[in-house]
Every structure is written in structure tokens, then in C-alpha cells.
């Protein structure tokens, strides 16, 4: 597991340089799919514009699940910002990508940072009340699955 995730993280450059293989046409055809870009008006900026919000998103995703310190759930804001930034590019109807995404992300951030909050109190209290190092505590928070659906279901 821990090769298929260093080949997609080594491969994330080539993934990101997909858009230099797309034409500077408004409609995009290949085997599998069309892609027609109405609102940027050339395919070619429109994959440019996805791939820098895929790439960052598949990296997040990746650390979010590979992560095992108790901080990870923080994790969850970045990874919700990019997923509405994509949804918000392949949006035809956005005139303003990037303007009031925070709006949206306010529930995320919400529930995300009270509880890494609560969890960061919680150790330190248990430093105060024992004889334990900020290492070993953070060792004691770390949720450690045995399998990767196991890992899958801890947040579903």
C-alpha cells in the first residue's frame, strides 16, 4: 500500500500537466469523454483550472488518510475547499469561483475545529494530571487500523 501511495505522489507533476495536452479549442473530444468549456471558453483553461484544485485535493485526500497524528480531522477543511472549488469550476452557471466559499465551508470548519479543539484540551489535561511527555500522549490519541478499509470506516 504505502508504493501505491508514494507512485501517486510521486506521479502528481505528470497528473497536473495533463492540461498541456489539451487543445486551445472551446470543445474538448477524446475516446472517453467531451469536454466543452462555456464559461472559460477554451478546454485547455478549463483543465488548467481543474488540475489546480485536483492535484492539491488527491494530496490532501492522501495525507488524510495516511495521517496518524490526533490533528488529522483538520485535514477536512482544506479537503472540503478544494472538493467545492472543483464542483464551483465544472459549475458552467460561476461567474466568481473563488468569491464566498467560505460561506459554504462554515459548517465543515464549525465541527473540524471545535473538536480539535475539545481533543487538544483533553491532552492537555491528561499532562497536567500525569507524569506523560506531549509524545507519548499523542501516541496514546493516534487511532491505528489494521487494514485500509478499516481505516476507511473509522469516518464513515
Same mark, same amino acid.
Given at each position: 500500500?504505502?508504493?501505491?501511495?508514494?507512485?501517486?505522489?510521486?506521479?502528481?507533476?505528470?497528473?497536473?500537466?495533463?492540461?498541456?495536452?489539451?487543445?486551445?479549442? $472551446?470543445?474538448?473530444?477524446?475516446?472517453?469523454?467531451?469536454?466543452?468549456? @462555456?464559461?472559460?471558453?477554451?478546454?485547455?483553461?478549463?483543465?488548467?483550472?481543474?488540475?489546480?484544485?485536483?492535484?492539491?485535493?488527491?494530496?490532501?485526500?492522501?495525507?488524510?488518510?495516511?495521517?496518524?497524528?490526533?490533528?488529522?480531522?483538520?485535514?477536512?477543511?482544506?479537503?472540503? +475547499?478544494?472538493?467545492?472549488?472543483?464542483?464551483?469550476?465544472? %459549475?458552467?452557471? @460561476?461567474?466568481? +469561483?473563488?468569491?464566498?466559499?467560505?460561506?459554504?465551508?462554515?459548517?465543515?470548519?464549525?465541527?473540524?475545529?471545535?473538536?480539535?479543539?475539545?481533543?487538544?484540551?483533553?491532552?492537555?489535561?491528561?499532562? %497536567?494530571?500525569?507524569?506523560?511527555?506531549?509524545?507519548?500522549?499523542?501516541?496514546?490519541? $493516534?487511532?491505528?487500523?489494521?487494514?485500509? +478499509?478499516?481505516?476507511?470506516?473509522?469516518?464513515?
Amino acid at each position: 500500500m504505502g508504493s501505491v501511495i508514494a507512485i501517486l505522489v510521486a506521479a502528481t507533476p505528470f497528473l497536473f500537466y495533463v492540461y498541456e495536452y489539451v487543445p486551445h479549442t $472551446k470543445i474538448w473530444e477524446t475516446p472517453f469523454f467531451t469536454y466543452e468549456s @462555456n464559461f472559460y471558453e477554451d478546454a485547455y483553461v478549463g483543465i488548467w483550472v481543474l488540475m489546480m484544485k485536483i492535484v492539491p485535493l488527491l494530496l490532501s485526500l492522501l495525507w488524510f488518510f495516511t495521517c496518524r497524528h490526533w490533528w488529522y480531522h483538520a485535514l477536512l477543511v482544506p479537503i472540503a +475547499m478544494f472538493a467545492f472549488q472543483i464542483l464551483s469550476a465544472l %459549475n458552467d452557471d @460561476n461567474r466568481f +469561483m473563488d468569491e464566498f466559499h467560505i460561506v459554504w465551508l462554515l459548517p465543515v470548519m464549525a465541527i473540524v475545529i471545535p473538536s480539535i479543539y475539545l481533543l487538544r484540551a483533553r491532552m492537555f489535561n491528561r499532562i %497536567n494530571d500525569a507524569d506523560k511527555t506531549m509524545e507519548e500522549l499523542e501516541e496514546e490519541f $493516534k487511532i491505528k487500523p489494521k487494514t485500509f +478499509m478499516d481505516k476507511v470506516k473509522q469516518y464513515f
